[in-house]
């Protein structure tokens, strides 16, 4: 609780002066833009600084950022996140593409065109969209690790133990969607994502580029509506909302194998007795 609030004095000399905009956008059921984003953009900010704040007052850390696993600057870190961004983006076409064979979708009906100006028209609409969901999905992957895959269990396992910080962070990723049918994927893609930063010593590299991965494919699969869903498949078969395509059997079948392959095992404790 004291975190929480702490948050929100960070938070408040932000959303304050926008909270008129906010409340009459929501009032008419309107987009809040670019006044939503910078909401958004405050709040991670100031999550970001009690976090490294907490980590270098509280427990004593020198240097948070690396001890939380954000040293992002080395070329095998990068490395490490673009096979994460690639493994994201596949698992999201993955789903789409099993969808389609057991023909609970279709590709748009559509003939592309080869023209030049028609190709750079193309192009344009989806690099533009492509860069805006890669910079959002990337910034909120950020922020969605450090708390949930290094801060939060780091704390609630002085007292629980391992598995259950594992266990209750994942409730808490996947309850901040405020989606109920997205529960079970997002506490499986959890796992994912624990056994992905143990298997990288502890860095955060791997496991933000698959959630960033995640993010982007499965924003550009909404935009462009490339893939249209049949109507009279199951609703329990397939996602019903776009950014969390691990709601239905299909995405939670996929997401369950993958926590089964990259299970994170407990650490194991160096023996500091002396014989």
């Not at 309107?30 to 939503?36: D, E, P």
């Not at 509280?58 to 001890?67: H, K, L, M, S, T």
Request: aromatic residues 12%.
């Amino acid at each position: 609780m004291g975190f929480s609030f702490m948050v929100l004095v960070l938070w408040s000399p932000v959303v304050i002066p926008l909270l008129p905009t906010l409340v009459q956008s929501w009032t008419i059921s309107a987009s809040t833009g670019i006044v939503g984003d910078a909401c958004i953009i405050g709040l991670y900010v100031s999550i970001m600084i009690l976090v490294m704040l907490w980590g270098k007052r509280i427990r004593g850390y020198e240097n948070p950022v690396e001890q939380y696993g954000m040293n992002l600057a080395s070329s095998s870190r990068l490395q490490e996140f673009f096979q994460g961004l690639v493994g994201g983006v596949s698992v999201v076409w993955l789903v789409h593409s099993i969808s389609i064979l057991l023909g609970f979708a279709t590709f748009r009906e559509g003939t592309p065109s080869f023209l030049p100006f028609d190709l750079l028209k193309s192009s344009r609409n989806v690099l533009l969209p492509a860069l805006r969901g890669f910079i959002t999905a990337t910034s909120i992957s950020v922020v969605e690790e450090v708390v949930f895959r290094s801060w939060l269990p780091e704390e609630v396992a002085v007292d629980l133990g391992y598995y259950n910080a594992i266990l209750m962070s994942g409730v808490a990723f996947s309850l901040i969607h405020r989606s109920l049918p997205s529960v079970p994927g997002f506490v499986l893609l959890s796992l994912v994502l624990f056994g992905l930063k143990q298997r990288t010593q502890g860095n955060l590299a791997a496991p933000i580029g698959l959630r960033s991965g995640i993010m982007t494919a499965s924003y550009l699969t909404q935009t462009s509506r490339i893939i249209a869903f049949k109507p009279e498949t199951p609703f329990w078969m397939i996602s019903t909302y776009h950014l969390h395509p691990f709601d239905g059997a299909i995405g939670l079948s996929i997401c369950a194998l993958l926590a089964i392959l990259f299970f994170p095992q407990r650490p194991v404790q160096k023996d500091t007795s002396v014989s």
